[in-house]
Nanobody, 121 residues
């Protein structure tokens, strides 16, 4: 079994900051990439940021310059530092992990349960 547990969500005023964390545990052979997605009410889930085990990153245009993704490979943990938050950032944020799990030779994805981020104006 593989589990992803997110933490750090909450309610903040516009312009404030939050730091999300996601720790992966269980039958993990290697994690190649971890990332964050979000889903606002009535909208589809979208990519926020992703980071490879080698440190390559990719961000949605809407968060560039405000959000920073980081990792701790030894702890199978990914972080999302969110600064200058806007009401439009309000959503449930989900952690994603891609890699080799259990004894499988094929890559697969696992998802966390999500953590709510609410930004007030």
């Amino acid at each position: 079994q593989v589990q992803l547990v997110e933490s750090g969500g909450g309610l903040v005023q516009a312009g404030g900051s939050l730091r999300l964390s996601c720790a992966a545990s269980g039958s993990i052979f290697v994690i190649n990439a971890m990332g964050w997605y979000r889903q606002a009410p009535g909208k589809q889930r979208e990519l926020v940021a992703v980071i490879s085990s080698g440190g390559n990153t990719n961000y949605a245009d809407s968060v560039k310059g405000r959000f920073t993704i980081a990792r701790d490979n030894a702890k199978n943990t990914v972080y999302l530092q969110m600064n200058s938050l806007k009401p439009e950032d309000t959503a449930v944020y989900y952690c994603n992990s891609r890699g080799l799990f259990s004894s499988s030779r094929y890559e697969s994805d696992y998802w966390g349960q999500g953590t709510q981020v609410t930004v007030s104006s």
